[in-house]
């Protein structure tokens, strides 16, 4: 069983920055996509960045050269390195994997999600 459970979200100034952590455990996939999504209230959720196995990586339009993803195999965790925050990223933050590599952001079609952590900017 697939387990996903993020960390360090909380509540920073905009201009700050955060790390999201997601401790992967159960995942024995060879090749793989992980991903962080975000859904704001009242909103629809969007992605936010993926890489897959090959460390390939997509990201957002709108947190392109703020965010970055990464993952460290060794300790099975995916991070989200965000800097420059914005009121406007405020959200429920959530980490997803799958088998297919190549879901990169369509959220819709991965099949295991963490709980989420949530990020509030203040401005």
């Known amino acids: 069983q697939v387990h996903l459970v993020e960390f360090g979200g909380g509540s920073v100034q905009a201009g700050g920055s955060l790390r999201l952590s997601c401790a992967v455990s159960?995942?024995?996939?060879?090749?793989?996509?992980m991903g962080w999504f975000r859904q704001a209230p009242g909103k629809e959720r969007e992605g936010v960045a993926a890489?897959?196995?090959?460390?390939?990586?997509s990201y957002a339009d709108s947190v392109k050269g703020r965010f970055t993803i990464s993952k460290d195999n060794a300790k099975n965790t995916l991070y989200l390195q965000m800097n420059s925050l914005k009121p406007e990223d405020t959200a429920m933050y959530y980490c997803?994997?799958?088998?297919?590599?190549?879901?990169?952001?369509?959220?819709?079609?991965?099949?295991?999600w963490g709980q989420g952590t949530q990020v509030t900017v203040s401005s």
């Open positions: 997803a994997a799958d088998s297919r590599w190549w879901l990169l952001l369509r959220g819709d079609e991965y099949n295991y």
């Open positions: 159960g995942y024995t996939f060879i090749r793989y996509c």
């Open positions: 890489i897959d196995s090959n460390g390939r990586t």
